[in-house]
């Protein structure tokens, strides 16, 4: 039942528990604590609403930032990760086999604000070596979702002889 639970909250976050006990033939009470324990035990980690910032008045630039670096000794990039985690910029953080090491993903108001998160805090960082910083022009679908209608789009130009 937990893996039906997860699966049904992962794509539509606002389901009541009345609604999940419905779809998965189970009691209210049993949604709650299945639901409690998982939160308690970090598998549910938060209800996130998707935004398409772009759509509105608020300015906001994303960037995905590379980062190189070394691995601790007894630690691996655990606690450099840590130090990355730290700062509210950061959005996301993951640690990659390839070419770099980590890739951080920071939002910040302006593509300076960016810069300059990058180059006096990120970059800073002991154990990191290298950033390698990409703006996001645009977004066209994020967890799953996509963010416009692209189907007027995808017109095909006519080719004559």
């Given amino acids: 039942m937990e893996e039906k639970l997860l699966q049904l909250i992962e794509k539509q976050a606002r389901y009541s528990v009345s609604d999940l006990a419905m ?3 189970e009691s209210e009470e049993n949604i709650l604590e299945t639901m409690s324990e998982l939160e308690r035990k970090r598998v549910i980690c938060g209800y996130h609403t998707l935004v398409n910032w772009d ?4 300015e906001k630039v994303q960037a995905l930032i590379q980062i190189n670096s070394t691995p601790e ?3 691996g990039y655990d606690r ?3 130090r990355i985690a730290r700062y509210p910029e950061v959005d996301t ?3 990659l086999s390839g070419s770099s090491e980590f890739i951080v993903e920071v939002s910040g108001k302006t593509m300076q604000d960016v810069a300059m998160f990058v180059g006096s805090k990120l970059a800073c960082i002991e154990g990191v070596t290298g950033t390698s910083t990409l703006f996001v022009l645009k977004k066209y679908k994020k967890a799953g979702m996509l963010l416009e209608d692209n189907e007027d789009r995808q017109e095909r130009l006519v080719v004559t002889p």
Avoid: G
Avoid at 55 to 58: C, D, E, M, S, V
């Fill in 23 to 25: 779809a998965l033939q």
């Fill in 55 to 58: 759509k509105t008045n608020k």
């Fill in 93 to 95: 953080l993951y640690l």
């Fill in 80 to 82: 450099v990760a840590a």
């Fill in 73 to 75: 000794r007894e630690y």
